[in-house]
């Protein structure tokens, strides 16, 4: 997935992915633990990520992201 080199919310980079899922299911997906950055499961709704070449999101048990 290509997704500009800049800080982003983690809402707003999961809502870029080909999922196409809304603002309010990324909030419950989060509150459940099932979306990971290089691994790190993110927690908190206002968490930033600067996205960098070879990062891996995780989005649920299957979708998984690399970053280019």
């Not at 997704?3 to 509150?31: C, F, G, M, N, Y």
């Not at 990520?49 to 649920?60: A, N, R, S, T």
């Amino acid at each position: 997935v290509t997704i500009p080199l800049q800080e982003i919310s983690i809402i707003e980079l999961v809502k870029l992915l080909p999922e196409k899922l809304s603002a309010t299911e990324i909030r419950r997906r989060i509150d459940a633990g099932a979306i990971s950055v290089d691994g790190q499961k993110i927690m908190e709704t206002h968490s930033v990520v600067v996205p960098k070449p070879g990062m891996i999101i995780k989005v649920g048990k299957h979708a998984i992201y690399k970053v280019s």
